[in-house]
């Protein structure tokens, strides 16, 4: 049991630690607290088990990689390995506010808007961090990790033959990942991890599924997630990603990643939360419905930057 005096032996050189809460939300299925120092400053303590070491140091190294950007982010403070509780503990700085999921749809469409403007720009600034060396072809990793889930999906036959066109516009498609560039990614950027804070942008969390990816795959969360609560945050992202509209090319690959959703995020939620397959159709029939089942690679919600001219101004 997480206590105390296990916080404050481990991590003594900050000054007595107390925990204030333990948080539930999230899938990574690690143990996460609130605790704070005797100055009342808040922390966020990550806890996972030991035999996990490696990846988690290998998350903390990112992350000090990521904060030389200079982007609001939650920062890397120090690392513990706790042999006699067989965990290893990350702590990290925390930031204020509440995440984007839940307080977004109560905001004005203005304040929605300029939110995502500034993910926007603090996703560039993420994709500014390239890998050293290089990694491997993003089109060959892509591929490959397509061709498992799509033979997954052909294995439940209800769905492989609902989304079969959608398998078919992928395959015709990929010829458009070739010469893709990686940087880093985020890999889950949307507005549960994005928080927050007097009606401003606060900082982006939650770089677990990092990866060394296409920068535009990025981009994939706002088809699955991001659309559905906050259009205005949405249009602001690309916008401020781009400092105005994007290219065609963006629209092609992003309609691109959008189908893999389709045929990933079925295969995944039958597989690992089957009690909530009929949810994660939903979503994916919206982003074909989005794409006027793929016909159109600019979605429907997407409004040009010109629309948004005098939110911008004010």
Same mark, same amino acid.
């Given at each position: ?19 204030? +809460? ?10 996460? /607290? ?12 990550? *806890? ?5 070491? &490696?990846?988690?140091?290998?998350? /903390?190294?990112?992350? #000090?990689?990521?904060? $030389? ?16 509780? #067989? ?5 990290? $700085?925390?930031? +204020?506010?509440? !995440?984007?999921? +839940? ?7 203005? *304040?929605? /808007? ?34 498992? /889930? ?30 893709? =560039? ?32 296409? =920068?535009?795959? !990025?981009?994939? #969360? ?9 259009? =205005?945050?949405?249009?602001? &992202? ?16 992003? $309609? ?14 039958? #597989?690992?939360? =089957?009690?909530?397959? !009929? ?36």
């Amino acid at each position: 049991m997480l206590t105390n005096e296990v916080i404050n032996a481990y991590f003594h050189s900050l000054g007595p630690l107390k925990m204030e +809460e333990k948080i539930e939300k999230g899938f990574s299925g690690e143990d996460k /607290y609130i605790i704070s120092n005797h100055e009342g400053v808040k922390f966020l303590l990550r *806890i996972d088990d030991l035999e996990k070491k &490696q990846g988690v140091l290998e998350h /903390y190294e990112i992350l #000090k990689l990521v904060s $030389t950007t200079g982007i609001p982010m939650t920062r890397p403070v120090d690392v513990a390995f706790m042999e006699k509780e #067989k965990k290893v503990a990350v702590l990290l $700085t925390y930031v +204020e506010g509440i !995440d984007g999921e +839940e307080i977004l749809p109560s905001l004005s469409e203005d *304040i929605q /808007y300029h939110c995502g403007l500034q993910a926007g720009k603090v996703l560039r600034g993420i994709h500014s961090v390239k890998p050293n060396p290089p990694t491997e072809s993003w089109q060959i990793f892509k591929t490959r990790k397509n061709e498992r /889930y799509e033979a997954a999906l052909y294995d439940i036959k209800k769905y492989y033959d609902k989304y079969q066109f959608v398998v078919k516009y992928i395959q015709d498609h990929l010829f458009r990942l070739e010469g893709r =560039p990686s940087a880093l990614t985020h890999d889950d950027f949307h507005p549960a991890n994005l928080i927050i804070h007097n009606n401003t942008f606060a900082g982006v969390i939650d770089f677990n599924r990092f990866e060394w990816a296409d =920068p535009i795959h !990025d981009f994939h #969360k706002i088809a699955l997630f991001t659309r559905n609560i906050s259009i =205005p945050f949405s249009n602001g &992202q690309i916008h401020g990603y781009f400092d105005g509209d994007p290219g065609e090319e963006f629209w092609h690959l992003y $309609t691109l990643y959008a189908a893999m959703i389709v045929t990933s995020a079925m295969v995944w939620s039958y #597989k690992v939360t =089957p009690h909530l397959v !009929d949810d994660m159709e939903v979503r994916v029939d919206q982003i074909l419905e989005d794409h006027q089942q793929l016909q159109s690679s600019i979605p429907s919600w997407y409004l040009p930057a010109s629309s948004y001219i005098k939110i911008e101004k004010r």
